[in-house]
């Protein structure tokens, strides 16, 4: 819930910024990039200190970029992303935390075609 509410505000205040902008495409092209790192590192399995730092800006990342998304849906399934990439940097090795991610990010690439 800490975590969701922090999106929120991340949200609120970027879109309050004048010299943000962007659009659909820029958004999803930064989701896209998260979403490729994300499998990678699952790929790879046991992650240096330097990946899990990374991993642990995913959420921040995506959080972003729903603020670049114009389009309300995508806005909104980029956060859901960004909630669920979270969970699988905190929980790794969760079979059921990578299966929501995926089945979110399936939904982002329709979406973002």
């Known amino acids: 819930m800490k975590r969701l509410i922090w999106l929120l505000a991340v949200g609120s ?14 958004a999803c092209a930064q989701a896209d990039e998260v979403v490729s790192q994300v499998r990678e590192y699952r790929g790879i399995g046991m992650l240096t200190d330097e990946q899990a ?13 729903s603020v670049l998304a114009t389009d309300h849906d995508l806005a909104a399934t980029i956060r859901d992303l960004a909630d669920a990439s979270g969970n699988v940097a905190q ?23």
Request: aromatic letters at 10%; hydrophobic letters at 35%; glycine letters at 6%.
């Open 13 to 26: 205040l970027a879109a309050c910024s004048s010299s943000e902008t962007g659009g659909d495409a820029e």
């Open 53 to 65: 730092n990374t991993a642990t800006q995913w959420e921040f990342t995506l959080a972003e970029a």
């Open 91 to 113: 929980h790794f090795d969760d079979e059921a935390a990578y299966a929501t991610f995926e089945e979110i990010a399936g939904t982002l690439d329709s979406q973002c075609d």
